[in-house]
T-cell receptor, first 111, second 118 residues
Framework: AQSVTQPDIHITVSEGASLELRCNYSYGATPYLFWYVQSPGQGLQLLLKYFSGDTLVQGIKGFEAEFKRSQSSFNLRKPSVHWSDAAEYFCAVGVGFKTIFGAGTRLFVKA | GAVVSQHPSWVICKSGTSVKIECRSLDFQATTMFWYRQFPKQSLMLMAT?????????EQGVEKDKFLINHASLTLSTLTVTSAHPEDSSFYIC??????????????FGPGTRLTVL
């Protein structure tokens, strides 16, 4: 069955430090992959998506993600985290006509 | 990009009453709309999928008589929580998909509706 795994429930990084959030998926075909961010009490905001082509995808707010088929991974990165990046991050995969979400990773940013 | 709205953004109601939440695609025709429920500090759980003009398909464990979904037009779907109880309090998010068929088309998410049942 298709699934999305985000191994880290929460991560704490210092402001200005680099960030990598992990995401692994289980899907037989080439997946459609997404990263969303959700601030407390808010809806989802799409950070970036991968459908095909270049495996390094640039998104909004300085985020990027790399699709690695051999590792079934789609990790999200940012070179320098800002305090405003503190939020919940969801990795998701498009399967059939549904979107399957990972459990999410809560990012804390310390001064 | 495509815009999806939800109304209301939050609602408080008494136990036993029914609440209707609207989901609209503002600038595209949504052949399929999805309803999700999100508990605090948890991920989104798909409740049901609705196609315009047909009955919704509910995920396992979701009570179809409690969560009534109507997708009467290509731009509007409604979720009615009937006889709401405190355990129905949650964050409800809709999404909409254009195009057709069974292949994946990107979904666009609404801002969510916070339901609190007293």
């Amino acid at each position: 069955a298709q699934s999305v795994t985000q191994p880290d429930i929460h991560i704490t990084v210092s402001e200005g430090a680099s960030l990598e959030l992990r995401c692994n998926y289980s899907y037989g075909a080439t997946p459609y992959l997404f990263w969303y961010v959700q601030s407390p009490g808010q809806g989802l905001q799409l950070l970036l998506k991968y459908f095909s082509g270049d495996t390094l995808v640039q998104g909004i707010k300085g985020f990027e993600a790399e699709f690695k088929r051999s590792q079934s991974s789609f990790n999200l990165r940012k070179p320098s985290v800002h305090w405003s990046d503190a939020a919940e991050y969801f990795c998701a995969v498009g399967v059939g006509f549904k979107t399957i979400f990972g459990a999410g990773t809560r990012l804390f940013v310390k001064a | 990009g495509a815009v999806v709205s939800q109304h209301p953004s939050w609602v408080i109601c008494k136990s036993g009453t029914s609440v209707k939440i609207e989901c609209r695609s503002l600038d595209f025709q949504a052949t399929t709309m999805f309803w999700y429920r999100q508990f605090p500090k948890q991920s989104l759980m798909l409740m049901a999928t609705s196609n315009e003009g047909s009955k919704a398909t509910y995920e396992q464990g979701v009570e179809k008589d409690k969560f009534l979904i109507n997708h009467a037009s290509l731009t509007l779907s409604t979720l009615t929580v009937t006889s709401a109880h405190p355990e129905d309090s949650s964050f409800y998010i809709c999404s909409a998909r254009g195009g057709g068929g069974s292949s994946y088309n990107e979904q666009f998410f609404g801002p969510g509706t916070r339901l609190t049942v007293l």
